[in-house]
Structures are given as structure tokens and as C-alpha cells.
């Protein structure tokens, strides 16, 4: 029999449940608030068949372009050929998780504006921008001592050591 | 008889002492730390652990048995919360984003009723209003305190609370005169009625359930809960249909009412025995709707519950033990070993004290 490609193809371990981590689904799921433009991560939820994208989208991180009763509206890129297409699925919430791949980004937004605005009153000009690490600062080598090796001449009796 | 034991192939020292076997086997040993883990082991290990020729025990809950075990909810490991009930009635539409879900919850315990108003937040769940059985003594219902007529009381309570909190109880009266047919609230000009749904927890939904006296109250008291009259008290099932009357003396305490006589007729003995707190409050099966009555009409003239006078302690008291530190489980341990060592001592007329 030919290999299928159906649906949910090769998705046995993809679509498991963790260790330990089977059953009842903890309630923070369904109590989470999402709103148009927050950033997504797609993670199926192999115990909740409704609703569940497909196996390309597992893993993947969108936006939010739509709220549903109980689903969302996610958009994200996908190669397809030799170009890359925006792709709006909708999606279970059983099935989605807020990222956090804007978090940084955004402490590092208030952060800065704090230290501007602490300068301006200082009357400073203070560079924010994050600099990429230099090469590491040189220094001595100490307490080392100088061990010379040299080669020692082969020797045929020990070597062989009783079996030629 | 001396038996020297060792343990998990740990390396442990010969003890000192002689120490006689018994049923269980006492052990001596270093590491601390492991216990309450070895004790656990005791009942499960083969006999040969024991140092005593015992009954072959198979080891039932190996060592993977645990590695592999998942845990339930905690609320679930306690049977407190029905999560498959629990999702379904937080569970709110995305597109109403921070819109609360309310909650009507409905708990009994042996002596108390409890009725809560409960929204849920990833943070927990916070509770809106909350009326208890208990309370009702301020309102003048002091025995009874769990029966139909109690539940309705406490819903009519913890309705007209929830009203008042959010002064919607101007707009809002709903039933005043219980009569037991279904009603549901007409919603008003302004605003709608507040809405809750019923959570009766892990209750047998039967007909004529108290939980159902409680919805019943809160019903009347003027809050918007989708029901049904099918298991309302006094519902024909052959009929299908409710049989008001019927529900109107559930809600009295009619059957209570009722019971009382009978008993009062055929077994006086039993009677004073089974409602001697009612007979010490002067409660006569007679006067039992007319106290109802009065019960209902105080409650809809003042809701707010009452400040108890009692001052809090300054300390709480403890209801768990206290956990113990390190230093305090070991020396605990060796106070044990010395005086097991002293009893057997004693017994063996061999006396050598170990303090190990």
C-alpha cells in the first residue's frame, strides 16, 4: 500500500500530548484574552480535534486578524514555490498560545524611553542603541610555568611488551 | 537476634547496638535524607529487606510505576471540582473579551448552605457575593437551617445581595410573593437583568433537589439564570408539568410542616428527640410558613450582611502542623532511635546507648 497524505499525515508524534502532561486541559487556556494584532504561537492540541490546524502551521507564530466565538483568526507566511504568501487560518483556542516573541522588544521600548526621558532632563544625549559584543579585552597570562616536551627515542623492548 | 541491615545498596556502618528484629525492622542509618523514602519502601520491598523470613511480597508499585504517574488536578485529586463542567461554564465567547462570566454556585455541607455569586480569572476565581445558611439567624430563622426552605432563603438572600451591590435592586424586585410557579425576570428599561448561570458542582440532579430551592430563591430574588421547572420540587413527571402548589409548600416548609405532625401523631417520643432544637426555639409546625413569611420580607428590607462584633485574633490559629526544619526532623529522628534503643535496651538487658 502507497503512503498517504491525508490530513493528518505523520502526525503521530507531532500532534501527542506530552509526558505527563495528558487529560484535562488547565482552564488558562480558555481564559485568555486575545485581541487583533497580537502576536500567536500555533501549538496543536492533539485532544481537541476541532478546530485544529494543519500540521505545516504547528509551531508557526501570526497575528491575530480575527476573534470568533471560540476560535481566532491567525495569519502567518508560507513558502509556497518561489514565493512567500500570507495565510489566514482560523483556529481553536485550545490550539493557540500568546508569544512572547515581542516581549523583549517591548521592555526594551520602555526601558529606553525611560532612560530618554531621564536624560533630556539631565540635559544629556545618551545613545539607546543596543551595540553588538566587542572582542574580549586582552590580559596577561599568569602563574603559568614553561614545560619544554620533547621526543623521547623509540624503544623496541618495553614496547613490544611480550608479544611480537 | 542480631540482623544487620543494609539498604538500597547503600554502605552503612554495622550497628553498634544489638537491635532485635521486628515485624518491620528497625533500620540505622546515615543518610537522613532518604528516610521517608526508604520507610515507604518497607511495605513494598521483598522480605529479604526485612531480615526476617516473611510472606514473599511482590513489589506492586515499582520504581517506573511512580516515574510514570500523572497526577490529576489537585481539585479533582481532592473530588472538589468537575472540570468538564468547570470549562463549559467559564468558558466565554473571545468576542467578548474581559467580559465576566458570572457563576451561580451552590454548595451543601451537613450544617451550612453555601450560594456565591463567581467570576473566574487566571489569577482565581472571585467571588462577586456570597450568602450563607448561616446568616439566616439574623433574619429570624434560627433551626432548619439546610432544608428546602433554607436554600430558597439563602438564594433570595444572595440574590437580593448581588442587586443591591450593583444597585440594580430598585429596578429589580422579582417575585415578592412566592407562589412557586415558574417565574422569570422581564428585563426593565435601563438595564438588563444580571445574568448567572448555575453551578451545582458534583450534586445527582434529581427532582426536588435543595439545590434546586436555592435556584428557586434566587430566581424570585431577582436574577436571570436559564432553567428549566422540570426539577423543581413538585414537578409530575408522568404530567410534565410543575405542580406549583406543590412547590409553593416546599418553599414554606410544608413538608417539614407536615412530617412534624405525622410524628407529633403516631411517635411523640421520636417527635422531641428529632425536632428538639425546633421545639427549643418554640417553632410549632403550624407557624412554620408564617415565619417563612416574615423570614423572606426581612431579608428584602435589608441584605447587607452583618459585622460580627467578634474581634479577630491577633494570631490565627494554626490547623496544619507546622512544617519542621532540617536540623529539627534529624534531631527528632535521633531522639526516636535513642529511646527505641533504651526500650530494646531495656528488654535485652543489653544496655548500650548509641547516639548516632
Known sequence: MPAGHGLRSRTRDLFARGFRKKGTIHLSTYLRNYHVGDYVDIKVNGAVHKGMPHKFYHGRTGQVWNVTKRAIGVEMNKQVGNRIIKKRIHVRIEHVMPSRCTEEFKQRVKKNDQLKAEAKAKGVVISTKRQPLGPKPGFMVEGTTLETVTPIPYDVVNDLKGGY | ?356
Open chain 2, 1 to 356: 537476634m542480631e540482623c544487620r541491615v543494609g539498604f538500597l545498596g547503600s554502605t552503612n556502618q554495622v550497628p553498634k547496638n544489638n537491635m532485635v528484629g521486628r515485624t518491620l525492622g528497625f533500620l540505622l542509618f546515615e543518610r537522613l535524607h532518604s528516610i521517608l523514602h526508604c520507610l515507604r519502601y518497607l511495605l513494598l520491598a521483598p522480605a529479604a529487606h526485612r531480615g526476617l523470613a516473611m510472606v514473599f511480597v511482590k513489589a506492586q508499585k515499582s520504581r517506573s510505576y511512580f516515574k510514570r504517574f500523572q497526577v490529576k488536578f489537585k481539585r479533582r485529586r481532592q473530588g472538589k471540582t468537575d472540570y468538564r463542567a468547570r470549562i463549559r461554564l467559564i468558558n466565554q465567547d473571545k468576542n467578548k473579551y474581559n467580559t465576566p462570566k458570572f457563576r451561580y454556585v451552590v454548595r451543601f455541607t451537613n450544617k451550612d448552605i453555601t450560594a456565591q455569586v463567581i467570576s473566574a480569572t487566571i489569577a482565581g476565581d472571585i467571588v462577586l457575593a456570597a450568602a450563607y445558611s448561616h446568616e439566616l439567624p439574623h433574619y429570624g430563622l434560627k433551626v432548619g437551617l439546610t432544608n428546602y426552605a433554607a436554600a430558597y432563603c439563602t438564594g433570595l438572600l444572595l440574590a437580593r445581595r448581588v442587586l443591591k451591590k450593583l444597585e440594580m435592586d430598585d429596578e429589580y424586585q422579582g417575585n415578592v410573593e412566592a407562589t412557586g410557579e415558574d417565574y422569570s425576570v422581564e428585563p426593565a428599561e435601563s438595564r438588563r437583568p444580571f445574568r448567572a448561570l448555575l453551578d451545582v458542582g458534583l450534586l445527582r440532579t434529581t427532582t426536588g433537589n435543595r439545590v434546586f430551592g436555592a435556584l428557586k430563591g434566587a430566581l424570585d430574588g431577582g436574577l436571570d439564570i436559564p432553567h428549566s421547572e422540570k426539577r423543581f420540587a413538585g414537578f409530575n413527571k408522568d404530567g410534565k408539568s410543575l405542580d406549583a402548589d406543590v412547590h409553593r409548600k416546599y418553599i414554606y416548609g410544608g413538608h417539614v410542616a407536615t412530617y412534624m405532625n405525622t410524628l407529633n401523631e403516631d411517635e411523640p417520643e421520636k417527635y422531641q428527640t428529632h425536632f428538639s432544637e425546633y421545639i427549643k426555639a418554640g417553632v410549632e409546625p403550624d407557624s412554620l410558613e408564617e415565619l417563612y413569611k416574615k423570614v423572606h420580607a426581612a431579608i428584602r428590607a435589608d441584605p447587607n450582611p452583618k459585622k460580627s462584633e467578634k474581634q479577630q485574633p491577633k494570631e490565627h490559629k494554626r490547623y496544619n502542623l507546622k512544617k519542621l526544619t532540617y536540623d529539627e526532623r534529624k534531631q527528632k529522628l535521633i531522639e526516636r532511635l535513642n529511646a527505641l534503643n533504651a526500650a530494646a535496651g531495656a528488654n535485652d538487658d543489653d544496655s548500650d546507648e548509641d547516639d548516632e
